[in-house]
């Protein structure tokens, strides 16, 4: 995958489960409400039903009073059997008796279930750049439940056009579903869909479709990815879950992970302003990572921005933003000295001037450093390359003003 690596400041931590923070993706995704589904409904064989069967294929026809022989079963029991039976295709009615559907009555054996097939509805949202799917309103376990819709994007939203892909273009939205059925990549649907019903006159998918414009998160929940993600509709966000598109996941995780790559530190390194032989990277099992300068990669860096505001490393796709959250530490004591001046800076700006010389003593400190590292004079010079004039002021106004 190519991609850029670009520093910004001010990123969040996002979360202990966050694996990667989607800043800007442009996802195409089609639509496709109402698609009929057949599903496969199984109901455990009773012991009586497998006997008539077995019957039935042994003998090749059996009647109500070669069964009342052998299980003194009355005659109207019988009856309500076979024709429950009958309902399931297993046997038909011939004469006074019925004979086996082998075939059908073979795999109702072999798999000890009666299995009815039953039609439902549902939204797919394809996403064709990924060849998977996810569905929404799909038939629950219980009386008249079913998963959540599909989001309302009935508002105008922040979309472009993309193209499809020549795998899609052109082809029946049942074909391209059924063909997703059987590679098991239509996430959310019931076990026991076994098809989907196409409309002989659905047209087939044009050359191109909706990209939506949108943000968020993926988490890993107990080893499995979730899609937490928003589209923009018009001043609002409406949010849209696309947990089940592994496929989109692991490419945003993937990017998410660039420092794991062997040419990751030399990105995130040009990202910085300094050269990889002066950075190293340490990570711990949850995937946070820590940035570690040398003197040389903390005096780039601070040419271009303050060593302790928090950020992160912005992963540029063509089609996608994705962000990490990383923390930047001294790797020697001259850059821990560099470290400590933008953190007395950033305290001198929400504490004020007053307590100037407390505060470097405190940022010495807290970088393993004497309390008489930092000077004065050193701070108003970082201050000054900051852009921060008015703490430079402060800080000398009374040498600069001191008339009298």
Known sequence: ????????????????????????????????????????????????????????????????????????????????????????????????????????????????????????????????????????????????????????????????????????????????????????????????????????????????????????????????????????????????DLSGADALAARWTYQARFLEDPEGLEHAAAALGCEARDVTLRSDKAGHWEVWLNERAATAAAAQRSLTLFGGFNVVHIEDVVTINVELRPADNAAAKLFALDQAAARVRGNGTEAVLEILRAAAREFDLPETALSRDALIGRLWTLAQYDLVYSLRESEDFAYG
């Open 1 to 240: 995958m190519s991609y850029t690596v670009e520093w910004t400041d001010h990123v969040g931590a996002g979360g202990e489960d966050v694996v990667a923070v989607v800043t800007e993706a442009l996802v195409p995704i089609v639509f496709w409400p109402r698609v009929t589904i057949v599903r496969a409904i199984d109901e455990e064989l009773t012991i009586v039903e497998r006997f008539l069967l077995e019957a039935a294929l042994r003998l090749g026809k059996v009647t109500n009073e070669l069964i009342e022989e052998v299980t003194d079963l009355p005659s109207d029991v019988l009856d309500a059997l076979f024709d429950g039976l009958v309902s399931f295709g297993l046997l038909a009615k011939e004469g006074t008796g019925h004979v086996p559907q082998t075939e059908e009555v073979e795999q109702t054996l072999l798999r000890g279930t009666l299995r009815r097939h039953s039609q439902d509805t549902c939204t797919i949202a394809f996403l064709p750049q990924t060849d998977e799917a996810v569905a929404y309103g799909v038939p629950l376990t219980g009386r008249r439940r079913r998963s959540a819709p599909a989001p309302s994007l009935s508002a105008p939203v922040d979309k472009a056009y993309a193209p499809v892909g020549s795998r899609a273009m052109g082809r029946r939205p049942s074909e391209i579903l059924q063909n997703l059925l059987a590679r098991k990549r239509i996430a959310r649907l019931p076990a026991d869909v076994i098809q989907v019903m196409g409309d002989p006159d659905e047209p087939p998918l044009p050359e191109r479709c909706p990209a939506y414009r949108v943000d968020g998160v993926v988490r890993d929940r107990d080893g499995m990815p979730r899609l937490d993600l928003r589209i923009a509709t018009g001043d609002q966000q409406t949010r849209i």
